[in-house]
């Protein structure tokens, strides 16, 4: 049985740089009332907003949710902890200490259903993006609000600005998208058709544990040391019941219908003003989206950031607080901080040995980006500027690690900065098959480089996936070096046909060496690092062994009497298939290398 206790009113507590009101109501329109957690001034006066809402119970400190995250950062990147107690560290959203004595107010909303606002859990639905929308425009209107509201958070809180600037919300002036994902369905839920499980085990994770009524099963606060979970204690079948099964949802929903549409943003409607970061080691859910919403948005005003490391890392860092603070004082306090002059592009180009050089750029795709074709060359498994003179087929366990093609050492330093694309020609012995594409590079004696990638130690350079009876392209938004693929019908193989696969890469950027070589593998599951485990995290189920948590290894999206079968790639001259890939002409750095 629940336990139920009586809310008491708003709690100030003030501190010596602010003062901080708990658990501030906010009511929905279908009444539902949503807690938050309010960060202020001490001084009385009306400040711009920095606003986020979502599921990880906004009184848990980041300390005690994801230690192991915690420590490796400011282990590593002491500027993370300096000049704050860190007392109010909470998990991908802003520090308020570092913020509110630059004169903003910053509101931590817990969605509905988790942390301290009660009700039915359903993760970016239409009534959470409506939720949204709600406390947006209350921040705008309240006494401590001068009307101007940004939106600043990583993953989860920056997915949902992609969503909610679709509802255009008045108060809504700028929002920093910091690695968010944007498309429910081709950025997260099935990458080229294929299920994610990412989702059902991020879900058991990271939002189970924080539910509203989980009581002492959650944590509490080291700040006020009240229950982060609410006052309510519920039981297992109680909260149950009090939130969406959210795996089988997502897996009963295998092509882009209306559940995926309505979780998605729409882009001719995100026009506020907007920063989008992207970590190029994010595949497998973020960094697509933060190159589509550059690209696609129908903003004026938007700028784009790519970087590496760490998923969250960058965001507390000096260098992405300084452009989040020159960017939000612009636009929410109107101060003329240069920004106006800020590239639209600005990218740490990535080298071996985690090193990155800064760079402006003008646009994306870069401008004078030279499509670059390799061709796939059977008989020497090799990747060649030529089409090969002969054809044939390869053939690969259909689940297995499949091919893998090389190109010579290369003659000069290369870079690659951009999307890319694959094109085959394929025929399958069951009725589908499932491709996964991973762009690799290694040294001249075939040491591969991997790098941090935003979880996973051992990230390759790329990667990118299709279901082959996924393989429809929507003609109007394919592009050569992006195909598009509809994900609205399955077209089944027939046994031995051969059908043609344009296939994406998501955007990277590396730096080759002279003599280092570009590979690309063909396989029919997840790329495992062959150089050893990456580890844990505390906050994920797997082990770190190539791709992180963005793993494809469903039973029931992959039965094995589907896809379990024998994959046959066709070579010849009218069909060649090639690697696509963005070439960048040699250009100066814009700052020394980070």
Known sequence: MATHQQRSDIRETEFATMAVDWDVPIVMDDGAILRADVFRPVKDGSYPVLLTYGPYAKALAFQDGYPSAWQRMVTQHPDVAANSSNLFQNWEVVDPEKWVPHDYVCVRVDSRGTGCSPGYVDHFSPRETKDFYNCIEWAGVQAWS????????????????????????????????????????????????????????????????????????????????????????????????????????????????????????????????????????????????????????????????????????????????????????????????????????????????????????????????????????????????????????????AMGDGLTFLTAPLAQATEITGPSALKLFASSSTKDADFFIVLRVFTGDMKEIVFQGAIDPHTPVAQGWLRASHRKLDKKLSKPYRPYHTHDEVQPLRKGQTVELDIEIWPTSIAIPAGYRIALSIRGKDYEYGGGSGGRLSNFKNELTGCGPFLHDDPIDRPPEVFGGTTTLAFGRSKAPYLLLPVIPPRKPSRKAR
């Open 146 to 397: 001068n009307g101007k509201v940004g939106l600043n958070g990583i993953s989860y809180y920056g997915i949902n600005q992609w969503h909610v600037a679709s509802l255009q919300p008045p108060h809504l002036a700028a929002m920093c998208i910091w690695e968010g994902a944007a498309d429910w369905y081709r950025d997260m839920t099935h990458h080229g058709g294929i299920l994610s499980t990412f989702w059902e085990n991020w879900y058991d994770m990271q939002v189970k544990t924080v539910q509203y009524g989980a009581g002492e099963r959650g944590k509490r606060s080291r700040v006020h040391g009240e229950l982060v979970c609410g006052p309510d204690i519920l039981s297992e079948d109680e909260l149950k019941k009090n939130r969406c099964d959210f795996g089988s949802e997502i897996r009963s929903h295998p092509l882009d219908d209306d559940y995926h549409r309505a979780r998605s943003p729409d882009w001719s409607k995100v026009t506020v003003p907007l920063f989008t970061a992207a970590n190029w080691g994010g595949q497998g859910l973020h960094p697509r989206g933060n190159f589509e919403g550059f690209t696609r948005a129908a903003s004026k005003k938007k700028w784009l950031e790519g970087h590496g490391i760490e998923h969250w890392t960058h965001f507390y860092t000096d260098y992405g607080r300084e452009q989040q603070l020159k960017f939000f004082n612009y636009f929410l306090h109107g101060k003329d901080t240069g920004w106006s002059k800020q590239p639209k592009v600005y990218l740490q180009i990535r080298h071996p040995g985690e090193k990155f050089v800064s760079r402006a750029e003008t646009e994306w795709p870069l401008k004078g980006t030279k499509w670059t074709k390799f061709y796939l060359d059977p008989s020497a498994m090799a990747l060649t500027a030529k089409k090969p003179s002969k054809g044939g087929t390869l053939s690969f366990a």
